[in-house]
């Protein structure tokens, strides 16, 4: 097995990302291909609020290799990629050029810091991506414990969410963090505001029958006209999402 492969990904036929895996000591290989659910939920997103507004602001928080970012760039967003560790950040670098992407907007900076100190600027984006480990730290020793902190996190996200034309992706894979616990925190902070959201678990279903969780996803849509009368977000607890042969058949392995 070479130490370093590519792995292609083709949203349709002319447009495709790239990303190069190896193995490395922390037992990642550089991708979640699972998440291919979300990188289709995003490029869909931003392309459609594309029609109203120029170049919409979207920001990736834990943001890894840069699935979630190259998506959102492919689909023509003004992307902002967020994520702690600096090789990390060169890897999704590595990642944009092989996808023949360019103009990405980096930083290595702790999530926490980062979101709180956009609010008090005033700023706003047409799509928050965020996918949080259970713990993890800045880069300079800041903790994040995904338990304590993810309430201060989603009001924070709320007031950058801009109010129309815009979208959430949060993923968690925390073994104690249930559905109903990120059912919660969406109602409590996105209440009477999105037009859709949807929480289900990404799963991988085994040839045995045996299905493996790969964690939980809340996806939310706020758009102008669709909110009219609402009093509670319809939220739809029994969407189940998962990477099943239409998404895998569009993941390629590069031969060089
Ligand atoms: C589970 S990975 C995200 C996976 C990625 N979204 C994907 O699907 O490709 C979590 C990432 O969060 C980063 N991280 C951990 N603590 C952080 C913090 N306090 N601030 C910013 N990033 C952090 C890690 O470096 C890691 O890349």
Known sequence: MPDQWRIQYDFNKSEKIVFRLGLTSFKHVGVFPEQ???WEY????????SKKVEKPKVLNL???TGGSSLAAKAAGADITHLDSIKQVVSWARENMELSNLDDIRWLVEDAMTY???EVKRGKRYHGIILDPPAFGHGPNGENWKLEEMINEMM?????????ENSF????TYSLGFSSLIIKNLIEEHFEKRASSAEIGEIYLQATSGVVLP???VARICLRLGLLKGLKKIPI????TFFPDQAYLKRLFIILT
Request: with cysteine; hydrophobic share 45%; proline share 3%.
């Open 236 to 239: 739809n607890t029994n969407y």
């Open 42 to 49: 995003i490029y869909e997103n931003v392309k459609s609020i």
């Open 115 to 117: 979101v709180k100190r």
């Open 168 to 171: 959430l992706v949060l993923n």
């Open 214 to 216: 790969l964690g939980v």
């Open 62 to 64: 834990f943001a890894y």
């Open 155 to 163: 009001k924070c996200v709320s007031e950058l969410l801009e109010p």
């Open 36 to 38: 291919a659910v979300n």
